[in-house]
């Protein structure tokens, strides 16, 4: 039996159809901050004349002037510019099902879990007519032999989630967009992003993916990624216990394990398999085996 609305698409991908209620009025409020993101996220590099050479990101790679209307801003500070409260209702909706949606994946592969510490709360991802986005994998931190980069918080990702905030349509309709499709080549699977959708797949090598051209539009998504591993600054790694109504950062998820055994109860009542429970109820704790040896 699998959790409501679901559907196994290969690879570990897995489909929640129809997971968030997006409101009208979303898309516009965030196309209002598309383009200071896109501002924010790049610098330029100029000549002697002032010309623009190249920019760089955040995480220091270059791009080609005419490549910069080409990608996705990312829309990280949302947060700061909400104008009324049902945009911060809206938000933590999206952070309270996507955290549903992690118990409900973790219930179709249970050992999962104990790889899942904490989550790095979301940012919008827009992307306009001509934008796309190359083939990647979630936790490429773009690694050469030689070149060790600083920011390694991605590595951390075991989990992606993805939910759209509108849909990609055969004809472009207002609000909408065209193309924009999310390719796997390892799994031989295009999904077509449709309104409220949650995507979920593992953030490793075999759910590399790609982002198909926008044609019209602008298409809009909300990324979150679940991972593991001990706050490591340097690395760009700093976890925080959460505080309500904070978004932003990575945060613990100290009841996570609590919140999937009850769900696996309630929702499989007695039809769970025992190994569903098995990642709550193992005893792997080091100072018990040390206790064991000595005895």
Request: negative net charge.
């Amino acid at each position: 039996m699998l959790p409501n609305n679901c559907e196994l698409l290969g690879n570990g991908i897995v489909l929640f159809r129809n997971k968030i209620n997006v409101p009208d009025g979303i898309t516009d409020y965030l196309l209002k901050l598309k383009n200071d993101a896109r501002e924010k996220h790049y610098s330029y590099v100029y000549d002697e004349d002032g010309n623009a050479l190249y920019a760089t990101n955040k995480s220091g790679h270059r791009f080609k002037i005419e490549d910069i209307d080409k990608s996705c801003s990312r829309i990280t500070d949302f947060y700061d510019h909400f104008e009324s409260d049902w945009q911060k209702e809206f938000f933590s909706h999206c952070e309270e099902m996507l955290y549903r949606s992690m118990i409900e994946y973790a219930s179709i592969y249970p050992m999962i879990l104990p790889c899942l510490w904490w989550k790095t709360q979301g940012h919008v991802l827009a992307y306009g007519a001509g934008a796309d986005l190359g083939l990647h994998c979630d936790n490429d931190i773009n690694f050469s032999p030689g070149f060790e980069p600083d920011y390694q918080l991605g590595i951390r990702h075991v989990l992606a989630a993805i939910t759209y905030f509108n849909s990609s349509t055969e004809e472009y309709e207002d609000g909408n967009f065209t193309g924009g499709e999310i390719y796997f080549p390892y799994a031989e699977l295009v999904y077509k992003p449709q309104r409220g959708d949650v995507l979920m797949f593992p953030a490793n090598f075999m759910c590399a993916h790609e982002v198909k051209g926008v044609k019209e539009g602008n298409r809009f998504a909300y990324l979150e990624y679940f991972g593991q591993g001990s706050s490591d600054p340097t690395r760009g790694v700093q976890v925080s216990d959460p505080v309500d109504g904070i978004f932003g950062g990575q945060v613990w998820m100290p009841d996570l394990f609590v919140d999937y055994q009850n769900y696996v109860i309630e929702f499989y009542g007695e039809t769970y398999d025992d190994h569903k429970l098995m990642p709550v109820s193992r005893d792997f704790h080091s100072s018990n085996t040390k206790q064991e040896v000595e005895k």
